[in-house]
């Protein structure tokens, strides 16, 4: 059975920083491509961030380049996505993706307030 479960969301404030954690089973998780989507009340689902099954390949959408770095540990079947310099737009569900297969986790509510 495949399970992706997301955690490390939370209230941060403007500034801050969350590192979230996927944790991948049921597949092997080194064959994938693996994502970070986010999606805001009212808003469509966007891409975040993807990393290649070797770790090697990254990418990130404009908005959080520079501050968003997406990793993997294949030894953990985890994937990572380490939030700096927070802001208020970035206040979504986050959901970790397996691209390929089209797995999706439940997500895990980032909120950036003062």
């Known amino acids: 059975q495949v399970q992706l479960v997301e955690s490390g969301g939370g209230l941060v404030q403007p500034g801050g920083s969350l590192r979230l954690s996927c944790a991948a089973s049921?597949?092997?998780?080194?064959?994938?491509?693996m994502s970070w989507y986010r999606q805001a009340p009212g808003k469509e689902r966007e891409l975040v961030a993807s990393?290649?099954?070797?770790?090697?390949?990254?990418s990130y959408a404009d908005s959080v380049k520079g501050r968003f770095t997406i990793s993997r540990d294949n030894a953990k079947n985890t994937v990572y996505l380490q939030m700096n310099n927070l802001r208020p737009e970035d206040t979504a569900v986050y959901y970790c993706?397996?691209?390929?297969?089209?797995?999706w986790g439940q997500g895990t509510q980032v909120t950036v307030s003062s």
């Open positions: 049921g597949f092997t998780f080194s064959d994938y491509t």
């Open positions: 990393i290649t099954s070797t770790g090697r390949g990254t």
């Open positions: 993706k397996n691209q390929q297969l089209n797995y």
